[in-house]
């Protein structure tokens, strides 16, 4: 079972350049999310989705975009990278319910130059 | 009204002593407070929970203590051990509004 499975690890980039970042369950949860993580600042949520087909924005959407085709994958995709979204973004999935534990993914580190 | 405030931003603890973090929140329709443990270049995971209805919960050497009155929660780690070095968050979220609202995050240092 290998939970939730983030892909690249790493990556650099160039102003301006798009790329997109995978995210994979294999636990059948209803929900997933895509957090930011900035020193100082928490998580910060991004988008996330309740289910196949239904993505909703969270608190810093902007320059991002989601789509939620399978219940097991949930692409993030930057459209036109800034040196702002240097960060690390993590992908979690918890089952659907009240209460119900968020499990990450080990992260992408990105960084934008 | 949706923020949590994390302290310290980072505590240093000799091996065997208490570890304590403090989180507030403002909003009152908070239901459910979990707390998160991350070490580096992983995810963080559910290290204990707790809602509003009682006042303390304890899962081994973790304890979350809940004061609804004075709108705080904090995490005991009792006999701090070094495999206890992380960052830590408390979160809050609401009703059926299951998106977490994280706190700032404290990085523990468990000395030798």
């Keep these: 079972n290998a939970g939730v499975t983030q892909t690249p690890k790493f990556q650099v980039l160039k102003t301006g350049q798009s790329m997109t970042l995978q995210c994979a369950q294999d636990m059948n949860h209803e929900y997933m999310s895509w957090y930011r993580q900035d020193p100082g600042m928490g998580l910060r949520l991004i988008h996330y989705s309740v289910g196949a087909g239904i993505t909703d924005q969270g608190e810093v959407p ?24 240097t960060s690390v973004y993590f992908c979690a999935s918890r089952t659907g319910g009240r209460n119900q534990p968020q499990h990450f993914g080990d992260g992408t580190r990105l960084s934008i130059l | 009204q949706q923020q949590v405030k994390q302290s310290p931003q980072s505590l240093i603890v000799q091996k065997g002593g208490i570890s304590i973090i403090n989180c507030a929140y403002e909003n009152t329709a908070f239901d459910y407070f979990p707390w998160y443990q991350q070490f580096p270049g992983k995810g963080p995971a559910l290290l204990i929970a707790i809602r509003p209805d009682v006042s303390e919960k304890k899962e081994g050497r973790f304890t979350i203590s809940f004061n609804k ?3 705080q929660f904090s995490l005991h780690i009792m006999d701090s051990q ?4 992380a960052t830590y968050f408390c979160a809050a979220s609401m009703g059926s509004n299951y998106q977490l609202i994280w706190g700032a995050g404290t990085k523990l240092i468990i000395k030798p």
């Design chain 2, 82 to 85: 070094p495999g206890d070095s």
């Design chain 1, 62 to 85: 902007n320059g991002y975009n989601v789509s939620r085709s399978t219940t097991e994958d949930f692409p993030l995709r930057l459209l036109s990278a800034a040196p702002s979204q």
């Design chain 2, 69 to 71: 009155s004075a709108k």
